[in-house]
């Protein structure tokens, strides 16, 4: 992967630190244990959008929603080039883990379709790769 190349390093010595993202809402409270947080209530809500409000960012619809915005576009490379420089950096310290948590008002949609684009471009960096979704099923929108 380019990034991580340019990061210094090479696909080949990925470590077995352990890398969890996580989506939250912040109504529920925000996650313990972190290495990066990242509030993205600026993007597009799904929520206000009524055939979406039940849905997940899990789902190409809302996902598509989220992420095809211009702010989206501008945001997208940047969370993945720090999220990649903190887990280079925490590999070069030998750390055995890192938290990365990204939050919107409920934890269903923007930051849902956040962490699932990231796990995907990070997941050539760590062997160990974890996605959690700690509120998406917490509100019932029915």
């Known amino acids: 992967h380019y990034l991580y190349r340019r990061l210094g390093g090479d696909v080949t010595d990925k470590n ?48 598509k929603y989220v992420l095809d915005t ?31 948590d990204i939050g919107c008002t409920g934890g269903r949609h923007r930051s849902v379709a956040v962490v699932e684009h990231l796990a995907v471009a990070l997941q050539t960096f760590c062997k160990d790769l974890a996605v959690e979704h700690r509120d998406i099923d917490k509100d019932n929108y029915g």
């Open 16 to 63: 077995d630190m352990k890398v969890t993202i996580r989506s939250f809402g912040y109504k529920y409270g925000v996650p313990g244990k972190t290495n990066l947080l990242c509030d993205v209530r600026f993007l597009a809500n799904p929520y206000w959008v009524e055939e979406l409000r039940q849905k997940s960012g899990k789902e190409v619809e809302v996902s």
């Open 70 to 100: 211009n702010e989206a576009q501008i945001f997208l490379p940047s969370i993945v080039s720090l999220a990649a420089l903190l887990i280079k950096s925490h590999m070069k310290a030998e750390k055995k883990e890192l938290c990365i």
